[in-house]
């Protein structure tokens, strides 16, 4: 599922905040990234994505060398293959839970199956907030509506970025079975990128790939 040598990752040229020898996540496997704040967790994250290019080494996500894509051919792989639940959620706060689930649906010009967003959002205990505005629910409440959004198109990758940060342990033990869950019947691999190693006993076949703080050596 994942194939990364040598890749290295920089904002600017003065030095990189990410280097990775290598790290191979075979299919059907879940990956857990840890490192402390600031060692590069969202920045891979985002180079898995393809929301960033990758300027050296390699990486290969579900099958596809992101290195060769344009930033649109990106855009368009990202859409069919990785389900993403962003650290801040990202939920627009214009449209109800159930458009915000449909919403990779319009973006990727699909017909949107409101069925398999309802029920999806009933499995998640949200059947009674379809129509309700971000505003309005729990922060709970607002996870399990971007979890629902990042599974919505059975993505074969689903990323998952500081998915407990805030959470007391029932509630962080329960959300990482959730996405796990969710990855299983979407057929999908799960990355979670946390500081918290209080995920890795909830997900402890997950292959771990450990980013050192910055500025230090692995
Ligand atoms: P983590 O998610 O592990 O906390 P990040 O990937 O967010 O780490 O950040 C890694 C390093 O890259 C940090 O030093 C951060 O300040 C820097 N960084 C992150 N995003 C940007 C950006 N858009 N521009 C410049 N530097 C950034
Ligand atoms: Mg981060």
Redesign the pocket.
Known sequence: MLHLASLTYG??DACP?LDIAAFHLPAGRHALLL??????????LHLLAGILAPQQGRLEVAGTSLAGLSPRQRDSWRGSTVGLLPQQLALVPSLNVLDNVLLPAYASGKRPDRNRAASLLGQLGLADKLAAYPHALSGGQRQRTAIARAVFMRPRLILADEPTANLDDGACAAVVNLLARQAAQAGASLVI?S?DARVLAALPDAAVLR?PR?GLAP
């Open positions: 904002y600017d905040v490192g402390p704040s600031g060692s590069g967790k969202s920045t891979l990128a500081h980013l910055a």
